[in-house]
């Protein structure tokens, strides 16, 4: 058995050349910085052998050195395991990300040796279900005619998206229920003083809205998923949709992952600018129709 693993950023196995792909024990393609979290389970549960991990390819969006930084004992915000793996993983690695292939082959060729004995303890690795904020300055506009499903939406947006100090989450909302209402500009604490003048106003600028992190659990609990299955729209992120739907940040940081069905659907697409809204839209009908044929992105081909 080889002592190599290979990861490929953004590039297909196929485009390696044969005899670099049998000197290395499993190669991988990855598109994002949460696949660090796989490699590191298969290194405990498959590949306890291995001592050495090549990253090649080119790092289009940042994910690659996040990778590199973790599988180095780096603790940073793409694990979704304790720091405990990374630090106790004992692999060399090597960064080629934007090397050409004769440094990919010289490093492969260089490093390889046929292994029986395990470097480290098999273990089981249990990845945590992430359930992170992506924090967003701007105004959002959150539309709704029922109050309570408004609320709802900003107690679930702030959660999502808010920005924190040291007493509060906040976020900079107009919540808005009736286009000819009047107009109120106020801060809001959604959780214990709303509904904050709406109730006579049809839009509240709410600079800024916020919950107190005491009141943060109280608030989780608070959101109804059913209120997305009604036909109200809205804003933000990056998704894939697999056995899950995937939301990733901007540098590929996994952020959550939630059931793929109509309501979770249309809960993630509400947060979200409204042409990519439209997209994770589309692509779900797809999915619905499809099924196991469906392919994101190529269904279409």
């Known amino acids: 058995m080889s002592n190599i693993l290979l990861i490929l950023l953004w590039l297909s196995r196929d485009k390696i050349d044969r005899t670099i792909r049998d000197k290395v024990a499993f190669v991988a393609t990855v598109y994002s910085a949460d696949a660090v979290n796989f490699v590191v389970k298969a290194l405990y549960e498959s590949y306890d052998h291995v001592d050495t991990v090549v990253v090649y390819g080119p790092d289009l969006n940042g994910a690659g050195e996040l990778i ?105 909302l107009a919540l808005q229920r009736d286009p000819g209402g009047g107009c109120l500009v106020t801060s809001c604490d959604v959780v214990e003083e709303w509904t904050c003048g709406l109730d006579k106003a049809g839009v509240l600028i709410a600079t800024p809205a916020f919950i107190q992190k005491k009141q943060l659990e109280a608030a989780a609990s608070a959101i109804r998923p059913e209120v997305y299955s009604r036909d109200v729209y809205d804003p933000h992120g990056n998704f894939v949709l697999a056995d899950a739907l995937y939301h990733y940040g901007p540098r590929g940081v996994l952020l959550r992952q939630v059931e793929v069905d109509e309501i979770s659907v249309r809960r993630e697409a509400q947060k979200l600018l409204p042409d990519h809204a439209f997209y994770l839209g589309r692509e779900y009908a797809a999915y619905k129709l499809l099924k196991d044929k469906y392919i994101q992105d190529r269904w279409k081909l």
């Open 68 to 172: 590199v930084e973790a599988l180095r004992g780096v603790c940073n915000d793409a694990l979704r395991i304790p720091c405990e793996y990374v630090k106790a993983l004992n692999v060399d690695v090597v960064d080629l990300r934007w090397r050409g292939e004769d440094d990919l082959r010289k490093a492969v060729t260089t490093r390889y040796r046929p292994v029986t004995e395990a470097v480290r303890p098999r273990r089981e690795v249990t990845l945590e279900k992430p359930n992170r904020r992506l924090p967003y300055g701007g105004l959002h506009v959150l539309y709704d005619t029922d109050l309570e499903s408004l609320r709802s939406k900003a107690i679930d947006y702030i959660l999502t998206y808010g920005m924190e100090s040291r007493d509060v989450v906040y976020s900079h």
